[in-house]
Nanobody
Framework: HVQLVESGGGSVQPGGSLRLSCFRS?????????MAWFRQVPGKEREAVAG????????YYSDSVKGRFTVSRDNAKKTVYLQMTSLKPEDTAMYYC????????????????????WGQGTQVTVS
């Protein structure tokens, strides 16, 4: 059973940076994955932030974070990162890592939020 654990959240001033990590465990054989970061503020819909097709390295971003956030992966560590720079108060949210086993439909899944596994989330506060 795949499990995702996020870390790296915290409080930062506007213009600051944070790096989130998402460690994937529980997969017993090598598989391709589509991984993504989403965020949600209470009372609002979940928003796709960034995604990555792990084996290929293709990346996807929402318009609201393009140019400020960078998603990357370390396959050996089974970890996906979200480097966030030039943070704004509107980036404040709970950030969730998500995973889908298989990569060919990664972009559409990123757009639709269709993932099989979700982490517990890590809070990011910009103020």
């Amino acid at each position: 059973h795949v499990q995702l654990v996020e870390s790296g959240g915290g409080s930062v001033q506007p213009g600051g940076s944070l790096r989130l990590s998402c460690f994937r465990s529980g997969d017993t054989y090598s598989s391709d994955y589509c991984m993504a970061w989403f965020r949600q503020v209470p009372g609002k819909e979940r928003e796709a932030v960034a995604g990555i097709w792990v084996s290929v390295g293709s990346t996807y971003y929402s318009d609201s974070v393009k140019g400020r956030f960078t998603v990357s992966r370390d396959n050996a560590k089974k970890t996906v990162y979200l480097q966030m720079t030039s943070l704004k108060p509107e980036d404040t949210a709970m950030y969730y890592c998500a995973a889908h086993r298989g990569g060919g439909t990664c972009y559409s899944r990123f757009q639709r939020g269709q993932f099989d596994y979700w982490g517990q989330g890590t809070q990011v506060t910009v103020s």
